[in-house]
């Protein structure tokens, strides 16, 4: 290849690399331009999602401390200012007072603080020495403060206890009542129903509570009221039960979240999946493409360089037999023979030499037709045991030392399916290789067998033999074994290419194995046309 040739040819795949880069370069932008947009919009549809709950623990904590605070704890407070004596929550069940009836149910024991010895009393459940022990270590501490009321909390025995109690008045006096945990979710459960926590102007009336999660919990985790599932969310939103007025519920905490499945009506276009799998499978693809686009541009390289070659190496070929014709011819013209021997001995050189000239032209002819699908066959069922001794026949002259011996089981009548030129181009190149490559002087075996509905020729020498990994490659077009790379054996590299199309194209099969002896052996299985005997 000229040098200029070579330079374009590397500029080209520069060229052909670096568009393939670019495009890399580009996909990969893309995925990450994609995989940052959802990752944004994803944030965003979280961070509604978040206000979303977030107003329904605000509407829960205002509809549960309005519930239980105005309509429950403080009427039992009221009940309890002045000196009157301690209620019992059994009798208050029966309260004239209607607020005073229906908030009985959570208290489960009274009590009352002496301001001057300090001793409690109580009415309803007894408490236990432990709460009762707390109970009036805690009261004997408490500052005065302006609310209504205030609640305490504490775990005894883990038992969950929550007291509420009136403030301090000056004189010291303090009393108050235990709560009946147990009734608190009734209370819950009636402020969250009472209508749905999220707006329905805002969810298109979509969203009702069985989509959303709330729970009520102590400051030591005791779940006081729980409701709705949780969902595969972690969008959880947590507040303290009551922000303004800490003395009243402090410590208790609602968690909220909302059913990940509402989210569409919600969020517009809902919570987007995760584009990354697809994105990352996307650029895979991308990279195996490039990476076959490059294996493709090189092997096509490669093949560039083998077309150039091949074209040295005919030329190359073609010089041998031309300059011993010339050689011989000269000799002739200019009388230089001696005698009649000699002149007939040129005679054959230059006859053996043209034949060789014509069947390398000739091979050329039949690739290039291969390759451009032009191969154009007369299959007639022809004796082939005849036509391969005649063809031998021919061929005995061109070997300089050596016998060609050619053993058969099938008779003269047996008949193949074939085009003679295209069978005596095979067999030649079969025999040619088989001298070329066999050590000088050694014998070719030629054999002619029926076996399967089959009839096989084979083609043996004592050659090196073909190495099992390149025995498919030698059947491409253009391909040399290794070791002839640097041989002194000449050769195109597209013989046996000829020898396999044409084979197809008669229906048979053309392979190598090793010959058990040593050597190659080359084989073309036709399939038996006629069924007269072998
Ligand atoms: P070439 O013109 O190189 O002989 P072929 O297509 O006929 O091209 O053969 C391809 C390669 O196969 C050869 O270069 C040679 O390495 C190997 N080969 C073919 N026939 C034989 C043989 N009989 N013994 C050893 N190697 C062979």
Same mark, same amino acid.
């Given at each position: 290849?000229?040098?200029?040739?070579?330079?374009?040819?590397?500029?080209?795949?520069?060229?052909?690399?670096?568009?393939?880069?670019?495009?890399?370069?580009?996909?990969?932008?893309?995925?990450?331009?994609?995989?940052?947009?959802?990752?944004?919009?994803?944030?965003?549809?979280?961070?509604?999602?978040?206000?979303?709950?977030?107003?329904?623990?605000?509407?829960?904590?205002?509809?549960?401390?309005?519930?239980?605070?105005?309509?429950?704890?403080?009427?039992?407070?009221?009940?309890?200012?002045?000196?009157?004596?301690?209620?019992?929550?059994?009798?208050?069940?029966?309260?004239?007072?209607?607020?005073?009836?229906?908030?009985?149910?959570?208290?489960?024991?009274?009590?009352?603080?002496?301001?001057?010895?300090?001793?409690?009393?109580?009415?309803?459940?007894?408490?236990?020495?432990?709460?009762?022990?707390?109970?009036?270590?805690?009261?004997?501490?408490?500052?005065?403060?302006?609310?209504?009321?205030?609640?305490?909390?504490?775990?005894?025995?883990?038992?969950?206890?929550?007291?509420?109690?009136?403030?301090?008045?000056?004189?010291?006096?303090?009393?108050?009542?235990?709560?009946?945990?147990?009734?608190?979710?009734?209370? =819950?459960? %009636?402020?969250?129903?009472?209508?749905?926590?999220?707006?329905?102007? $805002?969810?298109? /009336?979509? !969203?009702? +509570? @069985?989509?959303?999660?709330?729970?009520?919990?102590?400051?030591?985790?005791?779940?006081?009221?729980?409701?709705?599932?949780?969902?595969?969310?972690?969008?959880?939103?947590?507040?303290?039960?009551?922000?303004?007025?800490?003395?009243?519920?402090?410590?208790?905490?609602?968690?909220?979240?909302?059913?990940?499945?509402?989210?569409?009506?919600?969020?517009?276009?809902?919570?987007?999946?995760?584009?990354?799998?697809?994105?990352?499978?996307?650029?895979?693809?991308?990279?195996?493409?490039?990476?076959?686009?490059?294996?493709?541009?090189?092997?096509?390289?490669?093949?560039?360089?083998?077309?150039?070659?091949?074209?040295?190496?005919?030329?190359?070929? =073609?010089? %041998?037999?031309?300059?011993?014709?010339?050689?011989?011819?000269?000799? $002739?013209?200019? /009388?230089? !023979?001696? +005698? @009649?021997?000699?002149?007939?001995?040129?005679?054959?050189?230059?006859?053996?030499?043209?034949?060789?000239?014509?069947?390398?032209?000739?091979?050329?002819?039949?690739?290039?037709?291969?390759?451009?699908?032009?191969?154009?066959?007369?299959?007639?069922?022809?004796?082939?045991?005849?036509?391969?001794?005649?063809?031998?026949?021919?061929?005995?002259?061109?070997?300089?030392?050596?016998?060609?011996?050619?053993?058969?089981?099938?008779?003269?009548?047996?008949?193949?399916?074939?085009?003679?030129?295209?069978?005596?181009?095979?067999?030649?190149?079969?025999?040619?290789?088989?001298?070329?490559?066999?050590?000088?002087?050694?014998?070719?075996?030629?054999? =002619?067998?029926?076996?399967?509905?089959?009839?096989?020729?084979?083609?043996?020498?004592?050659?090196? /033999?073909?190495?099992?990994? @390149?025995?498919?490659?030698?059947?491409?077009?253009?391909?040399?074994?290794?070791?002839?790379?640097?041989?002194?054996?000449?050769?195109?590299?597209?013989?046996?290419?000829?020898?396999?199309?044409?084979?197809?194209?008669?229906?048979?099969?053309?392979?190598?194995?090793?010959?058990?002896?040593?050597?190659?052996?080359?084989?073309?299985?036709?399939?038996?046309?006629?069924?007269?005997?072998?």
């Amino acid at each position: 290849m000229s040098q200029s040739l070579r330079q374009r040819e590397r500029s080209r795949s520069a060229l052909i690399v670096g568009l393939l880069g670019g495009s890399l370069l580009l996909v990969a932008l893309l995925t990450f331009q994609t995989h940052y947009a959802v990752t944004a919009h994803r944030r965003m549809a979280e961070e509604v999602l978040r206000d979303y709950a977030s107003l329904v623990a605000d509407e829960f904590i205002r509809r549960g401390s309005v519930e239980i605070g105005y309509y429950g704890f403080y009427p039992l407070i009221t009940i309890l200012s002045g000196d009157a004596e301690l209620p019992d929550p059994e009798t208050l069940i029966e309260s004239d007072d209607e607020r005073v009836a229906r908030a009985a149910g959570l208290a489960r024991s009274f009590f009352r603080r002496d301001p001057v010895t300090g001793d409690l009393s109580t009415t309803g459940d007894a408490l236990s020495i432990a709460q009762l022990a707390w109970l009036s270590e805690t009261l004997s501490s408490l500052e005065p403060n302006e609310n209504p009321y205030a609640q305490l909390y504490t775990r005894i025995d883990g038992e969950h206890i929550n007291v509420v109690y009136s403030a301090p008045t000056v004189a010291g006096l303090i009393q108050g009542f235990v709560v009946d945990n147990a009734a608190l979710p009734e209370w =819950l459960e %009636t402020a969250a129903n009472r209508q749905p926590l999220l707006p329905p102007s $805002l969810t298109h /009336g979509e !969203v009702g +509570n @069985e989509h959303i999660f709330v729970e009520l919990t102590t400051p030591h985790g005791d779940v006081l009221f729980r409701q709705g599932r949780y969902g595969a969310s972690s969008l959880f939103v947590e507040k303290p039960f009551s922000t303004d007025r800490p003395a009243l519920y402090g410590g208790l905490n609602v968690r909220a979240t909302i059913d990940p499945a509402v989210t569409g009506q919600l969020v517009i276009g809902g919570l987007p999946r995760s584009r990354l799998p697809v994105l990352l499978a996307l650029w895979t693809l991308a990279a195996v493409l490039i990476v076959v686009a490059i294996l493709l541009l090189r092997r096509e390289r490669a093949l560039g360089r083998l077309r150039a070659d091949f074209v040295s190496r005919v030329s190359h070929e =073609l010089r %041998t037999p031309l300059t011993q014709i010339r050689m011989f011819a000269e000799t $002739l013209l200019l /009388g230089r !023979v001696r +005698n @009649e021997d000699e002149t007939r001995r040129s005679l054959e050189v230059i006859d053996k030499e043209a034949r060789r000239l014509t069947h390398l032209v000739e091979n050329i002819l039949q690739f290039s037709r291969g390759e451009r699908g032009a191969v154009k066959l007369e299959l007639t069922l022809q004796p082939i045991y005849p036509l391969v001794r005649e063809l031998a026949k021919d061929f005995r002259p061109l070997m300089k030392t050596g016998r060609l011996v050619i053993s058969s089981d099938v008779s003269d009548e047996v008949r193949v399916s074939l085009d003679p030129e295209a069978f005596q181009q095979m067999f030649v190149n079969l025999l040619d290789n088989a001298v070329k490559y066999g050590p000088e002087g050694e014998d070719v075996d030629v054999s =002619l067998n029926s076996a399967n509905g089959q009839v096989v020729l084979s083609v043996g020498d004592r050659g090196p /033999g073909i190495p099992a990994p @390149e025995r498919d490659r030698i059947w491409e077009p253009y391909y040399r074994a290794r070791r002839e790379r640097d041989s002194a054996i000449a050769g195109t590299g597209i013989g046996l290419a000829v020898v396999r199309e044409l084979a197809r194209l008669h229906g048979a099969s053309a392979d190598v194995e090793e010959r058990p002896e040593g050597g190659a052996r080359f084989v073309i299985r036709f399939p038996r046309a006629d069924t007269g005997a072998a």
